[in-house]
């Protein structure tokens, strides 16, 4: 069971805008920066947004993040075929001392 | 361009200790600021943190791994390493190496290397 809480699945068509939301508590989301992380099957997880809403150079601008609260979202537009892959949210929990990772959304373009 | 590049054994008998190395190359591992973490995925199954390692020789430890954990720079041979002690079954594991931009921000990873616990 994670402590941050992703749907297990989410699915869009090519050029829809999809979100993903990592839902925590006070203790991480809530107090620190959310990174997001994408992970296409077969290779290593591409870091895509950190610290709530900056992208690493070759990140295209249509992944962007956002926070309210102790819950976070990553927001796809302009859907594409390559977005397909599982994502996940992590954020250091000040309770835990630990970095935590959601349990991943895998998404689907249809 | 920073590479990070895993080595050690894929299987390991239960009991005894994991072992494995992370060569970084077209960069140093003492670079300002730098950390350097393992993070792991069992198969089928989601990514977990196991500690950072800082340019100073401070670390951070997973809580729920802290008493097996040791990550430790050599920067003689640009390399970070880490031994987990006690192995299970659920250990078996895709092991990453990464470099963190921040405690929990990996920016640059290894490709992976498979770890089996197995007599």
């Known amino acids: 069971q994670s402590v941050l809480t992703q749907p297990p699945s989410a699915s869009g068509t090519p050029g829809q805008r999809v979100s993903i939301s990592c839902s925590g508590s006070s203790s991480n989301i809530g107090t620190n920066n959310v990174n997001w992380y994408q992970q296409v099957p077969g290779a290593a997880p591409r870091l895509l947004i950190y610290?709530?809403?900056e992208r690493p150079s070759g990140v295209p601008d249509r992944f962007s993040g956002s926070k309210s609260g102790a819950s976070a979202s990553l927001a796809i537009s302009g859907l594409q075929s390559e977005d397909e892959a599982d994502y996940y949210c992590a954020v250091w929990d000040d309770r835990l001392n630990s970095v935590v990772f959601g349990g991943g959304t895998k998404l689907t373009v249809l | 361009q920073l590479q990070l590049q895993e080595s050690g054994p894929g299987l390991v008998k239960p009991s005894e200790t994991l072992s494995l190395t992370c060569t970084v190359s077209?960069?140093?591992?003492?670079?300002?600021?730098?950390?350097w973490a393992w993070i792991r995925q069992p198969p089928g199954k989601g990514l977990e943190w196991i500690g950072n390692v800082y340019d100073s020789g401070s670390h951070h430890y997973n809580p729920s791994l802290k008493n097996r954990v040791t990550i430790s720079l050599d920067a003689s041979k640009n390399q970070f390493s880490l031994r987990l002690t006690s192995v299970s079954a659920a250990d078996t594991a895709l092991y990453y190496c990464?470099?963190?931009?921040?405690?929990?921000?990996?920016?640059?990873w290894g490709r992976g290397t498979m770890v089996t616990a197995s007599s």
């Open positions: 077209g960069g140093s591992i003492l670079s300002s600021g730098d950390y």
């Open positions: 610290s709530i809403n």
């Open positions: 990464a470099r963190a931009l921040a405690v929990d921000a990996f920016d640059i």
